[in-house]
């Protein structure tokens, strides 16, 4: 099965990722301190930009909407790591946080 590569900037770190697994997935295999709280699109807490690849991942769902106007976050490559999942093969996804 092929893979999509995702780059989590802030720690240098470079994963390659099955689709169907969320970024928080990813994040926990792999020593990435991007910080989580309730693991369930709720708190704002792992708030992160995709800097490119957004094709790559499942599109925005209604918590993260919610969550991500709660916190006044405006910016279209906002997302939340919880929630979004890699849904393509052979692509690559930047990650800020
Ligand atoms: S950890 Fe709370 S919204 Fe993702």
Do not use: W
């Not at 709720?42 to 930009?49: A, F, K, L, R, Y």
């Not at 995709?50 to 490559?77: H, R």
């Amino acid at each position: 099965m092929t893979t999509t590569r995702v780059e989590i900037i802030n720690d240098f770190l470079a994963i390659n990722v099955t689709p169907g697994k969320t970024i928080q997935d990813v994040v926990e295999a792999s020593g990435s301190a991007l910080p989580f709280g309730c693991r369930d699109g709720e708190c704002g807490t792992c708030v992160v930009m995709i800097e490119s690849g957004m094709e790559f991942m499942s599109p925005i769902n209604e918590k993260e909407k919610a969550v991500l106007k709660m916190v006044g976050e405006t910016s279209a490559k906002a997302r939340l790591a919880c929630q979004m999942k890699v849904v393509e093969h052979n692509g690559l996804v930047r990650i800020k946080y």
